[in-house]
């Protein structure tokens, strides 16, 4: 009986080491993911405003307020979805959330917002 309970004691110990090692791994094959990344896939917050509808490049050209933790006030392209990009309007300001996908920066739910 008792070593029986060694015997699953050790197993639990045995488990736990080997989860221990899987984390260990993947933070070694992704070690520069930051805490924050699942963030990015929800999204961030954005108040800015469209400088430039840009249809080419199905996305807009967005002078966009400071993104604490994620980038610094600045004016850049932001890739939109067809539908988005028809009722863009230069000038108008926005909320949206930003999310950063592989291929670059998106912004989802654009909203027309009170000029600032
Ligand atoms: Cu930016």
């Known amino acids: 009986m008792k070593s029986r309970r060694v015997a699953i004691a050790a197993l639990l110990l045995a488990l736990t080491l080997a989860?221990?090692?899987?984390?260990?791994c993947s933070s070694c094959l992704a070690p520069k993911v930051p805490a924050a990344e699942p963030?990015?896939?929800?999204?961030?917050?954005?108040?800015g405003v469209v400088v430039a509808v840009l249809?080419?490049?199905s996305a807009l050209l967005v002078n966009h307020e400071e993104i604490?933790?994620?980038m610094a006030a600045m004016t850049m392209l932001l890739k939109?979805?067809?539908?988005?990009l028809a009722v863009a309007k230069k000038d108008q300001a926005i909320t949206a959330t930003l999310i950063r996908k592989t291929d670059g920066w998106w912004l989802k739910s654009v909203q027309p917002a009170?000029?600032?």
């Open 19 to 24: 989860g221990h090692a899987d984390e260990a």
């Open 39 to 47: 963030t990015a896939e929800t999204g961030h917050p954005l108040r």
């Open 55 to 57: 249809p080419e490049k």
């Open 68 to 70: 604490p933790g994620v």
């Open 80 to 84: 939109v979805d067809a539908s988005t």
């Open 114 to 116: 009170p000029a600032p």
